[in-house]
Protein backbone atom coordinates (compact mmCIF):
# COMPACT_ATOMS: atom_id res chain seq x y z
CA UNK A 1 0.00 0.00 0.00
CA UNK A 2 1.19 3.13 -0.89
CA UNK A 3 1.54 5.57 1.80
CA UNK A 4 2.73 9.19 2.43
CA UNK A 5 2.99 11.48 5.38
CA UNK A 6 1.99 15.04 5.46
CA UNK A 7 2.39 17.15 8.45
CA UNK A 8 2.46 20.97 9.57
CA UNK A 9 4.83 21.92 12.30
CA UNK A 10 4.98 25.02 14.56
CA UNK A 11 8.25 24.07 16.98
CA UNK A 12 9.24 20.76 15.84
CA UNK A 13 7.87 18.25 17.45
CA UNK A 14 4.78 17.02 14.79
CA UNK A 15 7.89 17.32 12.52
CA UNK A 16 9.88 15.00 14.56
CA UNK A 17 7.02 12.78 14.73
CA UNK A 18 6.34 12.78 10.90
CA UNK A 19 9.88 11.94 9.74
CA UNK A 20 9.84 9.04 12.82
CA UNK A 21 6.31 7.69 11.08
CA UNK A 22 7.80 7.93 7.72
CA UNK A 23 10.88 6.41 7.96
CA UNK A 24 9.52 3.66 10.14
CA UNK A 25 7.17 2.49 7.05
CA UNK A 26 9.77 3.53 4.61
CA UNK A 27 7.13 6.10 2.62
CA UNK A 28 7.33 9.48 1.68
CA UNK A 29 6.83 12.71 3.13
CA UNK A 30 6.05 16.37 2.52
CA UNK A 31 5.70 19.90 4.48
CA UNK A 32 2.39 21.36 4.68
CA UNK A 33 3.47 25.32 4.52
CA UNK A 34 1.17 27.91 4.85
CA UNK A 35 1.20 30.94 3.25
CA UNK A 36 1.73 33.14 6.16
CA UNK A 37 3.04 31.01 9.27
CA UNK A 38 1.62 33.18 11.94
CA UNK A 39 0.70 31.56 15.24
CA UNK A 40 -1.39 34.52 16.73
CA UNK A 41 -3.15 34.47 13.84
CA UNK A 42 -3.64 30.76 13.22
CA UNK A 43 -5.22 30.84 16.41
CA UNK A 44 -8.08 33.57 15.15
CA UNK A 45 -8.54 31.45 12.46
CA UNK A 46 -7.19 33.57 10.00
CA UNK A 47 -6.71 32.16 6.89
CA UNK A 48 -4.73 32.93 4.20
CA UNK A 49 -4.11 29.09 2.55
CA UNK A 50 -1.54 26.79 2.45
CA UNK A 51 1.15 26.69 -0.46
CA UNK A 52 0.92 24.28 -2.85
CA UNK A 53 2.06 20.60 -2.10
CA UNK A 54 4.69 19.16 -4.31
CA UNK A 55 3.13 15.55 -4.23
CA UNK A 56 -0.26 14.83 -5.01
CA UNK A 57 -2.23 13.26 -2.14
CA UNK A 58 -4.56 10.87 -4.77
CA UNK A 59 -1.94 9.55 -5.84
CA UNK A 60 -1.50 7.91 -2.77
CA UNK A 61 -3.58 4.46 -1.10
CA UNK A 62 -3.11 6.00 2.39
CA UNK A 63 -2.65 9.26 3.49
CA UNK A 64 -1.23 10.44 7.36
CA UNK A 65 -1.82 13.96 8.13
CA UNK A 66 0.28 14.97 11.38
CA UNK A 67 0.22 18.16 13.17
CA UNK A 68 -0.28 20.33 16.04
CA UNK A 69 -3.78 20.59 17.75
CA UNK A 70 -3.77 23.99 19.89
CA UNK A 71 -6.45 24.91 22.40
CA UNK A 72 -8.93 22.25 21.00
CA UNK A 73 -9.04 23.40 17.79
CA UNK A 74 -7.85 21.94 14.27
CA UNK A 75 -5.73 24.46 13.09
CA UNK A 76 -5.78 26.35 9.61
CA UNK A 77 -2.97 24.84 7.53
CA UNK A 78 -4.31 21.07 8.30
CA UNK A 79 -7.87 22.02 8.29
CA UNK A 80 -7.14 23.90 4.80
CA UNK A 81 -5.39 20.30 3.37
CA UNK A 82 -8.28 18.19 5.22
CA UNK A 83 -11.34 20.72 3.13
CA UNK A 84 -9.12 20.90 -0.01
CA UNK A 85 -7.75 17.27 -0.19
CA UNK A 86 -10.76 15.00 1.82
CA UNK A 87 -12.52 14.49 -1.89
CA UNK A 88 -8.90 12.92 -3.38
CA UNK A 89 -7.78 10.92 -0.50
CA UNK A 90 -8.53 7.41 0.06
CA UNK A 91 -7.95 6.36 3.49
CA UNK A 92 -6.84 9.04 6.22
CA UNK A 93 -4.68 8.53 9.40
CA UNK A 94 -4.86 12.01 11.28
CA UNK A 95 -2.01 11.93 14.09
CA UNK A 96 -0.82 14.56 16.33
CA UNK A 97 1.37 15.42 18.96
CA UNK A 98 -0.69 17.42 20.89
CA UNK A 99 -0.52 19.51 24.68
CA UNK A 100 -4.00 17.49 26.01
CA UNK A 101 -3.80 13.96 27.97
CA UNK A 102 -5.06 10.69 27.61
CA UNK A 103 -7.81 11.97 30.83
CA UNK A 104 -8.41 15.60 29.11
CA UNK A 105 -9.23 14.53 26.14
CA UNK A 106 -13.08 14.96 26.04
CA UNK A 107 -12.67 18.02 27.76
CA UNK A 108 -12.64 21.89 26.41
CA UNK A 109 -9.24 21.63 24.87
CA UNK A 110 -9.17 17.86 23.85
CA UNK A 111 -7.83 16.04 21.09
CA UNK A 112 -10.59 13.91 21.16
CA UNK A 113 -12.74 17.27 19.62
CA UNK A 114 -10.07 17.33 17.01
CA UNK A 115 -10.39 14.02 16.03
CA UNK A 116 -14.12 14.49 16.05
CA UNK A 117 -13.95 17.40 13.63
CA UNK A 118 -11.40 15.53 11.59
CA UNK A 119 -13.67 12.69 10.87
CA UNK A 120 -16.53 14.81 10.42
CA UNK A 121 -14.46 16.37 7.31
CA UNK A 122 -13.59 13.33 6.13
CA UNK A 123 -16.54 10.32 6.92
CA UNK A 124 -15.24 7.23 6.56
CA UNK A 125 -12.17 7.85 5.45
CA UNK A 126 -10.42 8.77 8.55
CA UNK A 127 -9.79 5.36 9.31
CA UNK A 128 -7.57 6.32 13.07
CA UNK A 129 -6.71 8.64 14.82
CA UNK A 130 -3.92 9.19 17.55
CA UNK A 131 -2.60 11.64 19.81
CA UNK A 132 0.83 11.43 21.63
CA UNK A 133 0.64 14.08 24.24
CA UNK A 134 4.00 15.66 25.01
CA UNK A 135 3.45 15.22 28.96
CA UNK A 136 4.24 11.34 28.14
CA UNK A 137 8.09 12.71 27.82
CA UNK A 138 8.22 15.33 30.98
CA UNK A 139 9.50 14.10 34.36
CA UNK A 140 6.62 13.30 36.69
CA UNK A 141 8.33 16.44 38.75
CA UNK A 142 7.56 18.93 35.52
CA UNK A 143 4.44 17.19 34.33
CA UNK A 144 1.87 20.15 36.07
CA UNK A 145 4.91 22.41 35.69
CA UNK A 146 3.57 24.75 32.40
CA UNK A 147 6.94 26.31 31.37
CA UNK A 148 8.60 22.98 30.74
CA UNK A 149 5.23 21.72 29.32
CA UNK A 150 6.27 24.75 27.18
CA UNK A 151 9.38 24.19 26.38
CA UNK A 152 9.65 20.48 25.60
CA UNK A 153 9.59 19.34 22.11
CA UNK A 154 9.76 15.40 20.67
CA UNK A 155 13.25 14.60 20.19
CA UNK A 156 16.06 11.45 20.14
CA UNK A 157 16.81 12.15 23.90
CA UNK A 158 13.20 12.00 25.13
CA UNK A 159 11.63 9.83 22.88
CA UNK A 160 11.63 7.32 25.51
CA UNK A 161 9.72 5.20 28.11
CA UNK A 162 5.58 5.21 27.73
CA UNK A 163 5.58 7.07 24.37
CA UNK A 164 7.69 4.49 22.16
CA UNK A 165 4.65 1.56 23.70
CA UNK A 166 2.33 3.87 22.29
CA UNK A 167 4.29 5.39 18.92
CA UNK A 168 5.07 1.17 18.47
CA UNK A 169 1.66 -0.08 18.72
CA UNK A 170 0.42 2.70 16.34
CA UNK A 171 2.93 1.62 13.96
CA UNK A 172 1.64 -1.73 14.17
CA UNK A 173 -1.59 -0.82 13.74
CA UNK A 174 -1.01 1.50 10.96
CA UNK A 175 0.55 -1.19 9.14
CA UNK A 176 -2.35 -2.87 9.54
CA UNK A 177 -4.30 -0.50 7.79
Sequence with gaps: MKTIVYY????????YLANRIATDLKCGIEEIKPRLNSHLLML?????????????????????????????????PLKNFVIKHSDKINKMVFVSCCGSTFEQKD?????????????????????????FPIGLVLPEEHK???????????????????IVGIYDNFIRQLKGL
Design 8 to 15: YSHKGSNR
Design 144 to 162: KDTDAFMKTHLSNDNFKGE
Design 44 to 76: MGINFGNRKLKVRAEDYDKVILCGPIWMGKLIV
Design 107 to 131: QKFGHNLVFNEVKKLTGEKCIHCEA
